[in-house]
């Protein structure tokens, strides 16, 4: 079955505790990126990447890192994580930039 | 900064009623899309619009496109129960590389 898998679905976690949430894609897709969904505020990227070894920022990218090492890999680091970076988190790839984006199921985080 | 903004935030109807949900944009695009969201889930594409094209449809659904007034209606025909969720329209500019999401309307369908 063609899809994005986030783990995990959901993580608590205490201030300055580094953490990495995975996403990996089984479509070949070329194009990932990740989002962040707050209430109110909607989505907003954070990183995207177009390609292996080619990642670039988002519109909210302090706090955050990627890499792309693998076409179908593409985890968020969170190196000292703070309360402001609670939120729903979302993985999104596609063919290229301008097609329909697939989503994971999303990972709910919590910085305690 | 919003590019895609929603309207209505929030809709209520009953079933078999048609839902109709509007975007609006800024900016030059090279598609439109549509997206659902089951609370707390994942989004899920719908459709895709071209900016050559006016109108498309898909099984119930009917999205229009007007560039001139950056604006875009998604209809949702003979509405059920199972359709409740929020919709997000998204932009993919010319300029661009990536989708932006507007803040989405939420349709409530009540049986």
């Known amino acids: 079955e063609a899809q994005v898998t986030q783990n995990p679905r959901y993580l608590i976690t205490v201030t300055g505790k580094k953490l990495t949430v995975t996403c990996s894609q089984n479509?070949?897709?070329?194009?990932m990126s990740w989002y962040r969904q707050d209430p109110g505020l909607g989505l907003r990227q954070i990183y995207y990447?177009?390609?292996?070894?080619?990642?670039d920022k988002g519109d909210v990218p302090e706090g955050y890192k990627v890499s792309r090492k693998e076409k179908r890999n593409f985890p968020l680091i969170l190196e000292s994580p703070s309360p402001n970076q609670t939120s729903l988190y979302f993985c999104?790839?596609?063919?290229?930039?301008?097609?329909?984006?697939?989503f994971g199921s999303g990972t709910r985080l919590t910085v305690v | 900064s919003q590019q895609g903004e929603e309207d209505p935030q929030a809709l209520s109807i009953q079933e078999g009623e048609n839902a109709t949900m509007n975007c609006s944009y800024k900016?030059?695009?090279?598609?439109l899309q549509w997206y659902r969201q089951n609370s707390g889930r994942g989004l899920v594409h719908l459709i895709l619009?071209?900016?050559?094209?006016r109108e498309k449809h898909s099984g119930r659904l009917r999205v229009t496109l007007d560039t001139s007034k950056k604006s875009s209606s998604l209809l949702i025909t003979a509405s059920r129960a199972a359709d409740t969720a929020s919709y997000f329209c998204?932009?993919?500019?010319?300029?661009?590389?990536?989708?932006?999401f507007g803040k989405g309307t939420t349709l409530s369908v009540s049986s």
């Open positions: 999104a790839s596609s063919l290229s930039t301008g097609d329909g984006y697939t």
């Open positions: 479509m070949n897709h070329e194009y």
């Open positions: 990447s177009m390609n292996v070894e080619v990642t």
């Open positions: 900016t030059s695009i090279n598609n």
């Open positions: 619009i071209r900016s050559n094209e």
């Open positions: 998204a932009t993919d500019l010319e300029a661009g590389t990536a989708l932006i």
